[in-house]
Nanobody, 125 residues
Framework: QVQLVESGGGLVQPGGSLRLSCAAS????????MGWYRQTPGKERELVAT???????TYGDSVKGRFTISRDNAKNTAYLQMNSLKPEDTAVYYC???????????????????WGQGTQVTISS
């Protein structure tokens, strides 16, 4: 099992910045990908940003150019720097990690998704 602990949410005015952190712990699984998704009431959870252990990043269209995801692989921690925040960025932000569990010495593995408990981000004046 992988446990994810998120921090950094809160209330900020439009145009402001926030930095979210997500730390993974508790398993010998290799964390291959970490990222952030967000959800508002009545809507599906949507991609914000992901980053692989190799450094490949992906962003949702609505946050490109404003948000930056980074990782500290040694600490199994991901960060989301959010700049130029807008009221429509208001949501619960969830951290997701993909843990790779090797099942035999030949290298067969199973990837499992793990989710954090979510942190509220509110953009309002």
């Amino acid at each position: 099992q992988v446990q994810l602990v998120e921090s950094g949410g809160g209330l900020v005015q439009p145009g402001g910045s926030l930095r979210l952190s997500c730390a993974a712990s508790g398993s010998t699984a290799k964390i291959t990908s970490m990222g952030w998704y967000r959800q508002t009431p009545g809507k599906e959870r949507e991609l914000v940003a992901t980053a692989t252990s190799g450094g490949t990043t992906t962003y949702g269209d609505s946050v490109k150019g404003r948000f930056t995801i980074s990782r500290d692989n040694a600490k199994n921690t991901a960060y989301l720097q959010m700049n130029s925040l807008k009221p429509e960025d208001t949501a619960v932000y969830y951290c997701k990690a993909v843990g790779r569990h090797y099942v035999n010495v030949e290298g067969a593995y199973v990837d499992r998704d793990y989710w954090g408990q979510g942190t509220q981000v509110t953009i309002s004046s």
